[in-house]
């Protein structure tokens, strides 16, 4: 019986510039400390109107045209507002209505983006500024951190875009953001591939896990275990194993019929997370030979690997 031919993603076309003049709007929100402010800088080098704690009550003021065309008042630009609970009245029910007064006019693109982090490293990261959190005025840091997740949980529910910042470089922030919402870019889905390591659990917001602590190990090889995925010697170690060219067969077999369903149901932005015990060999491997798979079907692709630099040496992965 003959292999069935792959499917093969098939690009979206670009818009018509003269056919899209909507004001894109990016509400940024998430987790206090997940790097909003970061994230606004970030947005504003790639030529957003950026303005951090707008008041719910003036929200629709700053961003709807009312009386006056919304070009004539300066908006050249699209515009990225940062809300989250420091804002002065936030309120998640306020919020989602302000969401969908605005996705309700036809003049605007409204989106949202909800920034998370793990704990442990939202805890460091107080520490090290010595910043309060906004809801643990009188309390440890842990307990605001527990208040806010579950307060914030519908408004992450309702993003059309839940990016982790555990372990991201500023500059790991920015080119994801501008792999997903540069001004300029091409539509269509955006896929976010990261390596991680079990052993600091699952990267939050992924849509797809794929686990490989099956393949071979190179840390039990001497000559192998200091380096990385990313060496070659490493690479030719896992690709010639046993069970990894039909492994990674299907699971490219796998994903191609699926990106072009995840464009038809509108979602414009794709994680996959590639697992391994101790984050450095077999998941960055697998991570690396993935994103070049896709790149190679031209996708949009950002690649990251959380836990690389983390794990040194240490208990055998």
């Known amino acids: 019986m003959s292999k069935p031919a792959p499917i093969i993603p098939t690009p979206s076309p670009k818009p018509d510039p003269a056919g899209d003049d909507r004001l894109?709007?990016?509400?940024?929100?998430?987790?206090?400390?997940?790097?909003?402010?970061?994230?606004?800088?970030?947005?504003?080098?790639?030529?957003?109107?950026?303005?951090?704690?707008?008041?719910?009550?003036l929200l629709s003021n700053l961003v709807l045209p009312g009386q006056r065309?919304?070009?004539?008042?300066?908006?050249?630009?699209?515009?990225?507002?940062?809300?989250?609970?420091?804002?002065?009245?936030?309120?998640?029910?306020?919020?989602?209505?302000?969401?969908?007064?605005?996705?309700?006019?036809?003049?605007?693109?409204?989106?949202?983006?909800?920034?998370?982090?793990d704990d442990d490293e939202l805890r460091r990261r107080y520490a090290e500024t010595r910043h309060r959190h906004p809801l643990a005025a009188d309390r440890p840091v842990a307990d605001g951190i527990a208040r806010e997740r579950a307060l914030m949980e519908i408004l992450r529910d309702r993003a059309e875009v839940v990016l982790d910042t555990t372990g991201l470089s500023p500059g790991d922030l920015k080119r994801i953001l501008r792999g997903t919402y540069a001004p300029n870019s091409e539509p269509g889905l955006a896929v976010f591939v990261t390596s991680f390591s079990y052993r600091r659990g699952l990267p939050r917001g992924a849509d797809l896990v794929f686990d490989v602590r099956f393949l071979a190990n190179p840390h039990y090889d001497p000559d192998l275990k200091a380096l990385t995925g990313r060496d070659e010697a490493v690479a030719d170690f896992?690709?010639?194993?046993?069970?990894?060219?039909?492994?990674?067969?299907?699971?490219?077999?796998?994903?191609?019929?699926?990106?072009?369903?995840?464009?038809?149901?509108?979602?414009?932005?794709?994680?996959?997370?590639?697992?391994?015990?101790?984050?450095?060999?077999?998941?960055?491997?697998?991570?690396?030979?993935?994103?070049?798979?896709?790149?190679g079907l031209d996708q949009r692709v950002q690649l990251h690997h959380r836990d690389l630099d983390r794990e040194q040496g240490g208990t055998a992965p």
């Open 69 to 117: 065309d919304f070009r004539a008042r300066g908006f050249q630009r699209p515009i990225a507002i940062g809300i989250d609970i420091r804002t002065r009245d936030f309120g998640v029910e306020p919020f989602h209505q302000e969401i969908d007064r605005l996705g309700n006019e036809s003049e605007v693109e409204v989106q949202v983006l909800f920034l998370d982090c």
């Open 238 to 295: 896992i690709g010639a194993a046993a069970g990894f060219s039909q492994f990674f067969d299907r699971l490219t077999g796998l994903l191609g019929p699926l990106l072009p369903r995840y464009v038809a149901e509108g979602k414009s932005y794709l994680t996959i997370a590639v697992g391994c015990t101790g984050g450095r060999h077999r998941s960055v491997f697998v991570a690396e030979r993935l994103g070049a798979w896709l790149e």
């Open 24 to 57: 894109r709007v990016l509400l940024v929100t998430g987790m206090s400390g997940a790097g909003k402010t970061s994230a606004l800088k970030a947005l504003e080098d790639m030529d957003y109107e950026a303005v951090d704690n707008v008041p719910l009550v």
